[in-house]
């Protein structure tokens, strides 16, 4: 087919310029919000690759459209390209970024041979767990009009369709009352027992919650001093469900321990945040299918996980874009085992030559699929004539 090879040999023009732009983001991690390096460079990309590039869109200055082709098909890619706190691109988002941006460029080639439009969305703050960036870009319209999304993000496996489940994080605080914590013990309100009686009840729940539901945190504030009752504390958690009315079932018994910390020594409990959750991601079958084949036909395999892949659940805010039009988020193997996301080994792979040949893969892949997309009659009418919320 003249078009896939017309996007295969764009991708290979543009092989090593991609792999920079890939190990360049790793070298500059930037936090959710703040990726103002990494959006430069890969606006000045696609803008170098002749697409109509809008930054800071809906008042995020690190969010952008790129916008290639005019033809009725609207397909966006999405962009990642925030880091983790201290462990640097442990997630891979480097990797997302340029192979978003390479799936873009490559599928422009042939976009107006195939009335496609293109838009890479450069989405921010992914890993910031409570109003990501693409909440933000869908409230504020940047995906009204397009009929199908897609991204596809690293780990150690290939997997088409992964179980992405629904999450929110929010913060917990506690105001006691300080006091010499050995001269005048009883003239204090204790915020560190509220926190230990919280995560002692939180430890309780779990015998009561679903083997789909999840609840983590840190403490990011215990006290200043172990002679000082401390007056204040906070925590971050997260809860997660299979899906958000499943998460929104557990939220207020969660709440509830937290009260208990409360009632139990006399601080005053605040929670902040939590209010826009990451959704669960329903993979569009088809688009899946369809990438699946692309990837295979460059040589990729998918194992069957069974057991490993149902436990092993995260949370995106693709989520919510894949609830408000046809979307896909599979998972590309950097072969990293036995390192995984979110570990400082797992960011060491994501400037491997396996790194490398993913970012280069699933941009093919991707653009492929958008090939697939606008030659398959069922499907891309299907993909237009949905009707949007
Ligand atoms: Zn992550
Ligand atoms: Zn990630």
Redesign the pocket.
């Known amino acids: 087919m003249d078009a896939k090879r017309g996007a295969q040999e764009k991708c290979g023009e543009m092989r090593d310029e991609l792999a920079a732009l890939s190990h360049r983001i790793h070298g500059h991690p930037e936090l959710g919000f703040e990726e103002e390096k990494a959006s430069a460079w890969l606006c000045e990309f696609l803008a170098d690759a002749g697409f109509n590039v809008e930054r800071g869109v809906c008042d995020l200055p690190t969010a952008f459209v790129a916008r290639a082709g005019g033809g009725p098909l609207h397909i966006a890619v999405c962009a990642e390209y925030d880091a ?1 706190p201290e462990i640097g691109h ?2 891979g ?1 480097n990797i997302i970024a340029a192979m978003s941006v390479g799936a873009g460029v490559a599928a422009a080639q042939v976009a107006d041979d195939l009335g496609l439009t293109i838009s890479v969305v450069g989405t921010p703050a ?2 910031v767990g409570d109003h990501g960036g693409k909440i933000h870009l869908l409230e504020g319209g940047i995906f009204a009009g397009v009929h199908a999304a897609m991204m596809v993000h690293p780990a150690p496996f290939d997997v088409a369709t992964p179980r992405i489940i629904a999450a929110s994080m929010f913060d917990v605080h506690y105001e006691g009352k300080a006091s010499h914590a050995s001269a005048f013990p009883e003239m204090g309100v204790n915020a560190a027992d509220a926190l230990t009686v919280a995560q002692t009840a939180i430890g309780l729940l779990r015998q009561h919650i679903l083997p789909t539901q999840r609840i983590h945190g840190i403490t990011t504030k215990g006290g200043e001093a172990p002679n000082v009752i401390p007056a204040h504390t906070s925590a971050k958690y997260i809860i997660r469900g299979q899906t958000l009315e499943e998460l929104e079932e557990l939220r207020p018994k969660v709440h509830r321990c937290f009260e208990a910390g409360a009632v139990a020594t006399g601080a005053a409990l605040t929670i902040a945040g939590g209010d826009k959750p990451y959704a669960e991601m329903v993979h569009d079958p088809e688009m899946a299918a369809a990438y699946q084949r692309n990837a295979e036909a460059l040589g990729r395999t998918f194992p069957d996980l069974g057991a490993v892949l149902e436990r092993a659940a ?1 949370s995106t805010d693709m989520g919510n874009v894949s609830l408000a039009l046809p979307a896909i988020h599979p998972f590309i193997s950097i072969n990293s085992l036995p390192a995984v ?2 570990q400082p080994e797992f960011t060491a792979h994501c400037v491997k030559e396996e790194a490398d040949k993913a970012l280069f893969d699933g941009a093919l892949a991707m653009a492929w699929t958008m090939v697939d997309l606008a030659h398959d009659d069922v499907l891309r009418s299907r993909l237009i004539a949905r009707v949007q919320d």
Request: net charge negative; aromatic share 0%.
């Open positions: 983790l442990a997630c988002h992914e890993e995260g996301n979110h």
